[in-house]
């Protein structure tokens, strides 16, 4: 099992900017590739951000490229999401996921609770 917790969600204008952060723990977390989806009201949950297990081969949504950055640490188990000049449609609850082990036979998800991400225009 991996548990995750996001923290770093909150309330800001057009323009702002947050960093949400997810800490892993009860696996070996440089075993898995780490995500961040984000749910609006009334839609799907969707892909945001995504890195690879040495933090490389990152992959954003079109919708965020240029303005979002994920990175990792895996001396620290947490991997975080920069997201700079923030619109209203970037509100949504955020997830952390984590997919792995690398390697396995059978690769598992794992989400963290989410943190709620609004931006007021």
């Known amino acids: 099992q991996v548990q995750l917790v996001e923290s770093g969600g909150g309330l800001v204008q057009t323009g702002g900017s947050l960093r949400l952060s997810c800490e892993a723990s009860?696996?070996?977390?440089?075993?898995?590739?780490m995500g961040w989806y984000r749910q609006a009201p009334g839609k799907e949950r969707d892909a945001v951000a995504t890195i690879n297990w040495n933090g490389g081969s990152p992959y954003y949504a079109d919708s965020v490229k240029g303005r979002f950055t994920i990175s990792r640490d895996n001396a620290k188990n947490t991997v975080y999401l920069q997201m700079n000049s923030l619109k209203a449609e970037d509100t949504a609850i955020y997830y952390c996921n984590a997919m792995g082990p690398r390697g396995a036979l059978t690769m598992y998800d794992y989400w963290g609770q989410g943190t709620q991400v609004s931006v007021s225009s």
């Open positions: 009860g696996r070996t977390f440089s075993d898995y590739v």
